[in-house]
């Protein structure tokens, strides 16, 4: 059974950080593609940052420096850190997975079979 569940949003200042989790079910966490996204109000889905597994990892030119994702084997999570958070970084965060490895070219692509249901983080100024 597929299953993906975020934790660790949250309400912090601009410069603040936050570290989000995706507790994912064993079948689910060893899917090819595994990405966080976000959506804004009023705003599309945006990639964020996707782990492939072939090891490589690739971000959203808005995150690039400050947000980092990693897979806790341990724990079968998929983490988002995320420093130096900015007011326009304000979003629900979801965790996807999907086993097709062209799913995943593109940090940007989001057609993904798999998602949790998101976690709110909220940057304040």
């Known amino acids: 059974q597929v299953q993906l569940v975020e934790s660790g949003g949250g309400s912090v200042q601009a410069g603040g950080s936050l570290r989000l989790s995706c507790a994912a079910s064993?079948?689910?966490?060893?899917?090819?593609?595994l990405g966080w996204f976000r959506q804004a109000p009023g705003k599309g889905r945006e990639g964020v940052a996707v782990?492939?597994?072939?090891?490589?990892?690739s971000y959203a030119d808005s995150v690039k420096g400050r947000f980092t994702i990693s897979k806790d084997n341990g724990k079968n999570t998929l983490d988002l850190q995320m420093n130096s958070l900015k007011p326009e970084d304000t979003a629900m965060y979801y965790c996807?997975?999907?086993?097709?490895?062209?799913?995943?070219?593109?940090?940007?692509?989001?057609?993904?079979?798999?998602w949790g249901q998101g976690t709110q983080v909220t940057v304040s100024s």
């Open positions: 996807a997975a999907d086993e097709t490895w062209w799913k995943c070219r593109s940090v940007y692509d989001w057609n993904y079979e798999s």
């Open positions: 064993e079948d689910t966490y060893s899917s090819y593609c």
């Open positions: 782990i492939r597994g072939d090891g490589s990892i």
